[in-house]
């Protein structure tokens, strides 16, 4: 589950260093531009899930997988012969369509095997093993453009999906029984959307994750912009990104002990809070400055990734936790209305990020404190 999942991740960290190599090379307009390079793969990510989720409870997880990988493949080649902004978007958004079905089915897998807190520590787990490609993509991508050229990079990629699927083939049993599959309709699709956005818990945390995700997603497009551009770090900008990950990484590994013992609200509730209050220092201490000290900056990127770390694993299945019996089909949609949110939210945000740092701290802020807001309403509601 997690290699499947870590070809999401491969497909976006590793092209960080390339994104002003391609922007040249494709005649981006604008440096904001290459950002899409970054935001536009998660739309392809949101949307697909519609297809493939809806596929994985007709056809059983693992062919919808299969058909996932082929596409991603495909698209792949579109971007590797792109010659414009428009070719490459188009590329990018139909590889996140192709991943949408690793991604999802992924945790339509997860969740057809466990439920309740012990599925969000097999989601930690899975995702502790996830965040090792975050750690070590950007330094690929920067030896694969130092010793061959940027389509070098989607080729990496190619190669490492086709023995994910390979690995998936031979050692991944189906886990969606021929007698529990539903067959696949238009009708089924909406049903299926109605009955989702009728539980107030899994809209809730869907929302939420919107957020979280498109506060998080800012900084992975943008990092690029703020950390070689602005600071100049171009050569220690792959250990950099590592070195932040690494925080998140170790948030989900404690997440998977902790959430056990206090369970998925409380873990939500105080990471969400941390979030909020370390987005709100940052303003009130440097909000006059335009770019603070490079260690100050990691410093409070590092504390907020950490507590952002014990949300992603948590939100996805807490907002999962009432709609087992429609997996396929919620996992789908709550992808989709998340990714949705999320992909405006950091394509907004992010066109300020040239002008420094505060406009993502400003971003975290708001995205956090809505976020709170919204805990504090399905709380309400549940004890109602």
Not at 118 to 127: E, L, P
Not at 201 to 208: F, N
Not at 238 to 244: N, Q
């Given at each position: 589950?997690?290699?499947?999942?870590?070809?999401?991740?491969?497909?976006?960290?590793?092209?960080?260093?390339a994104?002003?190599?391609?922007?040249?090379?494709?005649?981006?307009?604008?440096?904001?531009?290459?950002?899409?390079?970054?935001?536009?793969?998660?739309?392809?990510?949101?949307?697909?899930?519609?297809?493939?989720?809806?596929?994985?409870?007709?056809l059983?997880?693992?062919?919808?997988?299969?058909?996932?990988?082929?596409?991603?493949?495909?698209?792949?080649?579109?971007?590797?012969?792109?010659?414009?902004?428009?070719?490459?978007?188009?590329?990018?958004i139909?590889?996140?369509?192709?991943?949408s079905a690793?991604?999802?089915?992924?945790?339509?897998?997860?969740?057809?095997?466990?439920?309740?807190d012990?599925?969000?520590?097999?989601?930690?787990?899975?995702?502790v093993?996830?965040?090792?490609?975050?750690?070590?993509?950007?330094?690929?991508?920067?030896?694969?453009?130092?010793h061959?050229?940027?389509?070098g990079?989607?080729?990496?990629?190619?190669?490492?999906?086709?023995?994910?699927?390979?690995w998936?083939?031979?050692r991944?049993?189906?886990?969606?029984?021929?007698?529990?599959?539903?067959p696949f309709?238009?009708?089924?699709?909406?049903?299926?959307?109605?009955?989702?956005?009728?539980f107030?818990?899994?809209?809730?945390?869907?929302?939420?994750?919107?957020f979280?995700?498109?506060?998080?997603?800012?900084?992975?497009s943008?990092?690029?912009?703020i950390?070689?551009?602005?600071?100049?770090?171009?050569?220690?900008?792959?250990?950099?990104?590592?070195?932040?990950a690494?925080a998140?990484?170790v948030?989900?590994?404690?997440?998977?002990?902790?959430?056990?013992r206090?369970?998925?609200?409380?873990?939500?509730?105080?990471?969400?809070?941390?979030?909020?209050?370390?987005?709100?220092?940052?303003?009130?201490?440097?909000?006059?400055?335009?770019?603070?000290?490079?260690?100050?900056?990691?410093?409070?990127?590092?504390v907020?990734?950490?507590?952002?770390?014990?949300?992603?694993?948590?939100?996805?299945?807490?907002?999962?936790?009432?709609?087992?019996h429609?997996?396929g089909?919620?996992?789908?949609?709550?992808?989709?209305?998340?990714?949705?949110?999320?992909v405006?939210?950091?394509?907004f945000?992010?066109?300020?990020?040239?002008?420094?740092?505060?406009?993502?701290?400003?971003g975290?802020?708001?995205?956090?404190?809505?976020?709170?807001?919204?805990?504090?309403?399905?709380?309400?509601?549940?004890?109602?």
């Open positions: 589950m997690a290699a499947l999942m870590s070809v999401t991740a491969l497909s976006i960290d590793a092209l960080l260093p994104l002003d190599i391609i922007g040249m090379a494709i005649n981006t307009e604008k440096a904001a531009d290459n950002q899409l390079l970054v935001t536009m793969i998660f739309l392809g990510l949101g949307v697909g899930p519609l297809l493939f989720g809806p596929l994985s409870d007709s059983g997880r693992k062919p919808s997988v299969y058909m996932g990988f082929a596409l991603f493949v495909a698209a792949s080649f579109v971007c590797i012969y792109a010659e414009s902004l428009e070719v490459m978007v188009a590329g990018r139909l590889q996140g369509v192709g991943l690793p991604r999802t089915i992924c945790i339509a897998i997860i969740r057809d095997l466990f439920d309740g012990y599925m969000a520590r097999i989601m930690s787990f899975v995702t093993v996830f965040l090792l490609i975050p750690i070590v993509a950007p330094a690929m991508g920067q030896f694969v453009l130092n061959y050229n940027w389509q990079i989607f080729y990496v990629q190619i190669g490492i999906s086709a023995l994910v699927a390979i998936f083939w031979w991944q049993a189906e886990t969606l029984p021929v007698e529990r599959r539903i309709s238009i009708k089924r699709i909406t049903a299926g959307f109605r009955e989702t956005v009728k107030k818990t899994t809209m809730g945390y869907t929302l939420i994750s919107g979280v995700v498109g506060s998080f997603l800012v900084y992975l943008a990092s690029q912009e950390f070689q551009n602005q600071y100049g770090l171009e050569t220690e900008f792959p250990y950099i990104f590592a070195g932040l690494i998140i990484g948030a989900i590994f404690l997440n998977g002990t902790f959430v056990v206090f369970g998925m609200e409380k873990m939500v509730t105080t990471a969400l809070l941390g979030f909020f209050v370390v987005s709100v220092l940052y303003l009130l201490v440097y909000y006059n400055t335009a770019q603070p000290n490079i260690y100050v900056v990691l410093a409070f990127f590092a907020q990734f950490f507590c952002i770390g014990f949300l992603f694993g948590n939100l996805r299945a807490l907002a999962m936790q009432p709609v087992g429609i997996a089909i919620a996992a789908a949609i709550t992808g989709l209305i998340s990714t949705l949110m999320a405006p939210i950091s394509t945000i992010g066109r300020f990020v040239a002008q420094g740092t505060r406009p993502l701290f400003i975290f802020s708001v995205c956090s404190a809505i976020s709170l807001l919204i805990l504090w309403y399905v709380k309400r509601q549940k004890k109602q």
